[in-house]
């Protein structure tokens, strides 16, 4: 990284002392999108001359490579490096659980403004009565935003379970029928990735980093315009096909398998 002090004087002596240096960040051309041309400016500026200490970049993915080429990184310096969990351990977790006749919504993050919570509770109280009879929404989290959350709480069919740890998290993972990450901002979205070992369907937002890479609309899942209860709630209303549910679920399985740990093991081996 290079948001710090103290990381930004190990580049330098690196540089001095000629270690190769690899730099890995997360940010998102999405998060530039609302800033003042001023602030887009001074970061062009910064990355100028950290460029000029850095051998390469590592691309996590394609939101991430926007990022750095909107800061002017050349590409030869620019190398793929995909953001990946261990596969291995969530699939091994995997169980193919016969699913209720509901449809089961997740959202597993914390309860924060930047990963906007309210607004799926809203989008899901605005599905039809018959829809939401036919459905559930688990709220998985805990944060700044549960007391709030939980007075909006209008359906009998919505739940909160509170912080639960990644060994626990597997069985909401498996039980679910579709995943939801409705994000403000974010950088990349790892729990992305966890869900998708499980083949499920993924819905997010449209400024959610890995959706570029990791979804794609009516195939494993929706993208939604950011932070509009409408579309999102149209993207709910289209859940209510299990079979359909099960093919996207089994493309998330397909995608995710390529995003492992030994192909970015290989990458950054070449990389070196």
Same mark, same amino acid.
């Given at each position: 990284?290079?948001?710090?002090?103290?990381?930004?004087?190990?580049?330098?002596?690196?540089?001095?002392?000629?270690?190769?240096?690899?730099?890995?960040?997360?940010?998102?051309? &999405?998060?530039?999108?609302?800033?003042?041309?001023?602030?887009?400016?001074?970061?062009?500026?910064?990355?100028?001359?950290?460029?000029?200490?850095?051998?390469?970049?590592?691309?996590?993915?394609?939101?991430?490579?926007?990022?750095?080429?909107?800061?002017?990184?050349?590409?030869?310096?620019?190398?793929?490096?995909?953001?990946?969990?261990?596969?291995?351990?969530?699939?091994?977790?995997?169980?193919?659980?016969?699913?209720?006749?509901?449809?089961?919504?997740?959202? @597993?993050?914390?309860?924060?403004?930047?990963?906007?919570?309210?607004?799926?509770?809203?989008?899901?109280?605005?599905?039809? /009565?018959?829809?939401?009879?036919?459905?559930?929404?688990?709220?998985?989290?805990?944060?700044?935003?549960?007391?709030?959350?939980?007075?909006?709480?209008?359906?009998?069919?919505?739940?909160?379970?509170?912080?639960?740890?990644?060994?626990?998290? %597997?069985?909401? &993972?498996?039980? %679910?029928?579709?995943?939801?990450?409705?994000?403000?901002?974010?950088?990349?979205?790892?729990?992305?990735?966890?869900?998708?070992?499980?083949?499920?369907?993924?819905? %997010?937002?449209?400024?959610?980093?890995?959706?570029?890479?990791?979804?794609?609309?009516?195939?494993?899942?929706?993208?939604?315009?950011?932070?509009?209860?409408?579309?999102?709630?149209?993207?709910?209303?289209?859940?209510?096909?299990?079979?359909?549910?099960?093919?996207?679920?089994?493309?998330?399985? @397909?995608?995710?398998?390529?995003?492992?740990?030994?192909? /970015?093991?290989?990458?950054?081996?070449?990389?070196?």
């Amino acid at each position: 990284g290079y948001e710090s002090f103290s990381k930004l004087i190990i580049i330098i002596i690196s540089k001095i002392f000629f270690l190769k240096v690899l730099i890995r960040g997360e940010s998102s051309h &999405y998060n530039l999108m609302n800033q003042k041309k001023i602030l887009i400016t001074f970061k062009k500026f910064f990355f100028y001359f950290l460029n000029i200490f850095t051998n390469y970049f590592l691309v996590i993915g394609k939101s991430n490579y926007k990022f750095y080429k909107k800061m002017n990184i050349n590409n030869i310096k620019l190398k793929k490096l995909y953001y990946v969990v261990d596969n291995n351990f969530f699939q091994k977790k995997y169980k193919n659980i016969k699913k209720k006749r509901k449809i089961i919504f997740l959202y @597993a993050s914390k309860l924060i403004e930047r990963k906007n919570p309210e607004l799926l509770i809203d989008s899901f109280n605005s599905l039809p /009565a018959n829809l939401r009879k036919k459905s559930e929404l688990i709220i998985v989290g805990d944060g700044i935003l549960k007391n709030s959350l939980t007075k909006k709480k209008k359906d009998k069919n919505i739940f909160f379970k509170g912080f639960i740890n990644q060994k626990e998290i %597997c069985n909401f &993972y498996n039980n %679910c029928d579709v995943f939801i990450l409705p994000s403000k901002e974010e950088n990349w979205g790892l729990v992305v990735n966890e869900v998708m070992n499980f083949k499920k369907p993924i819905i %997010c937002s449209s400024v959610v980093g890995c959706n570029l890479d990791l979804v794609k609309n009516n195939f494993n899942g929706n993208i939604f315009k950011n932070n509009n209860k409408k579309d999102l709630t149209k993207k709910l209303r289209s859940c209510f096909n299990k079979k359909k549910l099960n093919k996207f679920g089994k493309n998330s399985f @397909a995608i995710i398998n390529k995003w492992n740990i030994d192909y /970015a093991v290989k990458q950054f081996e070449k990389i070196i």
